[in-house]
């Protein structure tokens, strides 16, 4: 059987697909979201085959869940994509950045079909180039600095949130999970800080040591300290240890 996962905003899409893909005796509908986090979610839950992903959902857009995904997991975790949109301006950017198909609203069931049969012989032959595919997605797709604006993490347990990076004073690693200072309140999610700092405009970020990244407008006041380390004081009273390790890699900052 070949598990689909159904993302769409719009629950006539959602049934319409459903509807299409119950036809099918080799497909199982393993899950739906109606928004951008719920998907995310779901395709770690549910581990599909393939996701027909709406390009413009609430809270997260279709690349951005390629993203997150991604970033949490990694390629090899990134089912095949099927975009599905109502413009046809964002059908063919899909395609032009390696897109494996999309559709257009209304989907005609003609097209369907022969979706259908080129998913079947794609899942046959293995994911092949997918990682490759995937990488030229999302560089296509990314703001032209390719700095993250939006972080998905867990607000409780269960409960997940947007945070905007631009509202983010401190970043922390503590094990596989990296927590967040935003607001005065802790966010979490699983993740290395390597990967969150080359996402993260340099401009606005800095690595301070080992386990901390903070945004430079978070910062009150830096203290010069032994060894070459600096203390770094945040607007909220926190003190930090910027080591002269990570100091000698930035230049001008303050």
Same mark, same amino acid.
């Given at each position: 059987m070949i598990r689909a996962l159904i993302a769409d905003d719009e629950p006539p899409a959602r049934r319409k697909l459903r509807e299409l893909l119950g036809r099918e005796p080799d497909f199982e509908i393993v899950g739906e979201a109606a928004d951008g986090v719920e998907a995310v979610a779901a395709i770690h839950a549910a581990s599909p085959d393939v996701v027909f %992903? =709406?390009?413009?959902?609430?809270?997260?857009?279709?690349?951005?869940?390629?993203?997150?995904v991604i970033a949490e997991v990694?390629? +090899?975790a990134m089912p095949l994509v099927v975009f599905i949109t109502a413009f046809d301006e964002h059908a063919v950017r899909a395609f032009e950045v390696e897109a494996l198909d999309y559709l257009l609203k209304p989907v005609a069931p003609s097209r369907f079909q022969g979706l259908l049969a080129r998913l079947r012989r794609r899942i046959e032959q293995g994911p092949g180039d %997918? =990682?490759?595919?995937?990488g030229r997605l999302l560089a296509a797709v990314r703001p032209a600095s390719g700095a993250l604006r939006?972080?998905? +993490?867990?607000?409780?347990?269960g409960r997940q949130i947007l945070l905007a990076v631009g509202e983010i004073d401190l970043i922390r690693a503590d094990g596989n999970y990296l927590t967040f200072l935003s607001k005065g309140e802790e966010h979490r999610r699983r993740?290395?800080?390597r990967e969150i700092e080359e996402r993260l405009d340099p401009a606005q970020f800095v690595r301070l040591n080992r386990s901390e990244i903070v945004r430079l407008e978070a910062v009150r006041e830096l203290q010069p300290w032994f060894h070459g380390d600096a203390r770094v004081i945040l607007k909220d009273g926190s003190v930090l240890t910027w080591s002269r390790r990570y100091r000698g890699k930035v230049e001008g900052v303050f």
């Amino acid at each position: 059987m070949i598990r689909a996962l159904i993302a769409d905003d719009e629950p006539p899409a959602r049934r319409k697909l459903r509807e299409l893909l119950g036809r099918e005796p080799d497909f199982e509908i393993v899950g739906e979201a109606a928004d951008g986090v719920e998907a995310v979610a779901a395709i770690h839950a549910a581990s599909p085959d393939v996701v027909f %992903l =709406d390009i413009q959902m609430p809270r997260l857009d279709g690349f951005g869940v390629i993203a997150e995904v991604i970033a949490e997991v990694g390629t +090899a975790a990134m089912p095949l994509v099927v975009f599905i949109t109502a413009f046809d301006e964002h059908a063919v950017r899909a395609f032009e950045v390696e897109a494996l198909d999309y559709l257009l609203k209304p989907v005609a069931p003609s097209r369907f079909q022969g979706l259908l049969a080129r998913l079947r012989r794609r899942i046959e032959q293995g994911p092949g180039d %997918l =990682d490759e595919r995937i990488g030229r997605l999302l560089a296509a797709v990314r703001p032209a600095s390719g700095a993250l604006r939006q972080i998905l +993490a867990e607000k409780e347990e269960g409960r997940q949130i947007l945070l905007a990076v631009g509202e983010i004073d401190l970043i922390r690693a503590d094990g596989n999970y990296l927590t967040f200072l935003s607001k005065g309140e802790e966010h979490r999610r699983r993740g290395t800080l390597r990967e969150i700092e080359e996402r993260l405009d340099p401009a606005q970020f800095v690595r301070l040591n080992r386990s901390e990244i903070v945004r430079l407008e978070a910062v009150r006041e830096l203290q010069p300290w032994f060894h070459g380390d600096a203390r770094v004081i945040l607007k909220d009273g926190s003190v930090l240890t910027w080591s002269r390790r990570y100091r000698g890699k930035v230049e001008g900052v303050f």
